[in-house]
């Protein structure tokens, strides 16, 4: 059994789920495709952001930046579209700085821009829609928490940048 502390959209490390590897019962294709679709996204992202550390779990410490979380949100397989297609949300917490630099806040937005090769969030991802072929399309929705943010509470460390959230599609194959 793994557990896993999800930052939350405050940037407070958040619930711990338990997830596990073994189930009495056999895992439907979003299960087998899902850890595929997050690591396309992570290399998606590491692939088309100069710099950028991403992360398919939440790390203790971050201490290169840009740096990037990445977090499912939702998945439901029943939700389908035409009966054979799935949507699923995720979370990429993106940290573009410590709290502590006040050059990080002005280099955030550059992150938040619609386009620019290499910085450009969204323009990573529109590089390939398909992640690598991992999943139909994928596309940032909305950018959410923009600021600086405290991690793992009160007295955690803070840093600077913003939450994206991308929606997936991906035909049941």
């Known amino acids: 059994m793994a557990q896993i502390t999800a930052l939350s959209p405050t940037g407070v490390m958040g619930p711990k789920y338990t997830f596990s590897a073994k189930s009495a019962f056999a895992p439907t294709p979003a299960e087998i495709l899902w850890p595929a679709i997050l690591l396309g996204l992570q290399s998606q992202l590491m692939s088309n952001i100069t710099g950028l550390v991403a992360y398919d779990y939440p790390p203790d410490s971050i201490a290169n930046f840009p740096a990037a979380v990445v977090i499912p949100e939702t998945l439901d ?59 139909d399309d994928c596309q940032v929705v909305a950018y959410e928490n923009v600021g600086r943010r405290l991690v793992g509470g009160d007295t955690g460390p803070s840093y600077y940048g913003f939450d994206a959230l991308v929606d997936i599609i991906k035909s049941r194959t």
Do not use: E, H, Q, W
Request: charged share 20%; net charge positive; with cysteine.
């Open 77 to 135: 397989p029943r939700l389908c579209i035409g009966g054979n297609s799935y949507t699923a949300r995720v979370r990429v917490v993106m940290l573009t700085a410590s709290g502590d630099d006040a050059r990080g806040f002005r280099d955030m937005y550059r992150y938040l821009a619609p386009t620019g090769a290499n910085i450009s969030f969204k323009a990573a991802l529109a590089v390939d829609r398909t992640l690598g072929a991992k999943c």
